[in-house]
């Protein structure tokens, strides 16, 4: 049977929500559809594994359903890593390769990145990606790829995600212990670009905002590299808990309520429209305006967007998003959100549509299928990048400098 190593990838998305498995094989027309499988997800929140044995069982079941579409055994995957506990950090670095230029190669650039990444980081942080955002030869900045060329100052900017060691081995540990050995693992709005943002709105200044169930995570990519990364505390999941209470329903009625009749702004329900609400313990259902929950949901998106403006700001970032915020994640389904997103940003704000892959089923094209889809496809940039530079650091930084 075909599997990973040879003409299979597979991506592993344990989301708060749901546990997403996909399987697409490499052709040389590029990645196509194999099979799928999604399970409700138990036992992880928010990026982190609170209940182990719960966590393996929703995997299993994800990885079961795809093993079955696909017709293929999945032993290895790439898997996300989110949530409150990754941080993003810039940092700078450089040699001196003598008084007279000299050609850099390979090793040079290997070591300026690894004095750009000697940054003290507290005991249980790891870093989960070292992104070259820009090379500075000799003072000259802007250079993409310095193989080849010469200086006698090698300088060089990097992007730097870590994470909480522990929660990032203990989504490993859950995969491993559904059967799946872990190839790598990718900060899932890292991911969800490749399936998202356009090359010329990397060049220009844009972030991605995935709205998850648990956090909605940024990355903002200036001039084709990543410049921030930084994850705010609030997902979709805090919108159904605001109708949950606001209007006294068991979470499960009031996901149903925000998923068939939610809406971000109250002026685009009718006056008028009601909606029957079940009530908690034995007492009988209510029927309740539409607009109601359109009263709770708004504050909830304004917030959202608020924190979202302050948090980029407060990174320098908010006027470098020329091109302005795309968003994308389960949360961003909600109607009305877009409306929201572009009134307290005031920049130009699209919904994302992930790029399909041949012979794809029209149902994984939704946006909080986003972040699966861009597993996949930078699962395959890293393997193209291993290709030519066979260490595991190598790999990391070749395939950043293809992207
Ligand atoms: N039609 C809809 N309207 C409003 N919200 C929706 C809709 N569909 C999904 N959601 C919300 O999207 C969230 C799930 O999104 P997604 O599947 O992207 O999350 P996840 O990847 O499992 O979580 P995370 O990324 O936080 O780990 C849930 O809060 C869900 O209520
Ligand atoms: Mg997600």
Not at 31 to 57: C, F, M, N, P, T
Not at 109 to 127: N, S, T
Not at 283 to 309: D, G, H, K, T, W
Request: a negative charge; aromatic letters at 4%.
């Amino acid at each position: 049977m075909a599997n990973q190593q040879g003409s299979f990838l597979t991506a592993i998305d344990v989301g708060s929500a749901k546990t997403c498995a996909l399987v697409a094989e490499v052709t040389e027309a590029g990645l196509r559809y194999r099979g799928h499988g999604v399970a409700e997800s138990r036992g992880s929140r928010k990026g982190v594994i609170v209940e182990l044995d719960k966590a393996v069982a929703a995997i299993q079941k994800a990885v079961e359903a795809a093993e079955d579409s696909a017709g293929a055994a999945v032993e290895h995957a790439i898997i996300g890593i989110g949530g409150a506990h990754v941080r993003g950090v810039n940092s700078h670095g450089g040699i001196n390769l003598g008084a007279r230029a000299r050609e850099i190669g390979r090793d040079e650039i290997k070591q300026a990145v690894e004095k750009a990444r000697a940054i003290p980081l507290p005991a249980d942080r790891e870093v989960l990606h070292l992104l070259p955002q820009e090379f500075i030869l000799d003072g000259q900045a802007g250079v993409h790829d310095p193989m080849g060329m010469v200086a006698s100052r090698l300088e060089v900017r990097v992007h730097l995600v870590t994470a909480a060691a522990s929660a990032a081995q203990n989504v490993i540990t859950a995969v491993n212990r559904a059967g799946v050995h872990v190839d790598d693992t990718v900060f899932e709005p890292l991911a969800a670009a490749d399936s998202v943002l356009r090359a010329d709105e990397r060049e220009l200044g844009a972030c991605l905002a995935d709205i998850g169930a648990g956090s909605t995570e940024l990355i903002v990519f200036v001039q084709g590299a990543v410049a921030y990364t930084a994850v705010i505390p609030i997902g979709g999941d805090h919108f159904t808990s605001d109708l949950s209470l606001g209007m006294c329903t068991p979470l499960v009625e009031a996901e149903t309520i925000k998923k068939v009749y939610g809406n971000a702004i109250v002026t685009l329900i009718p006056e008028g429209n009601e909606v029957e609400v079940p009530s908690v313990g034995n007492r009988p259902s209510r029927l309740l305006p539409q607009r109601l929950v359109a009263e709770i949901l708004e504050p909830r998106a304004r917030e959202l967007f608020e924190m979202m403006r302050e948090n980029l700001r407060h990174g320098g970032m908010f006027e470098a998003c020329l091109a302005g915020i795309v968003l994308c994640g389960g949360g961003s389904r909600l109607p009305g959100i877009f409306d929201v997103a572009e009134s307290v940003l005031r920049r130009p704000v699209r919904l994302s549509w992930p790029t399909p892959l041949a012979k794809m089923p029209a149902s994984l094209a939704e946006p909080e299928f986003a972040t699966v889809l861009g597993m996949v496809a930078y699962g395959q940039r890293a393997r193209v990048a291993r290709g030519f530079q066979a260490d595991r650091w190598g790999s990391k930084l070749k395939t950043l400098l293809v992207g």
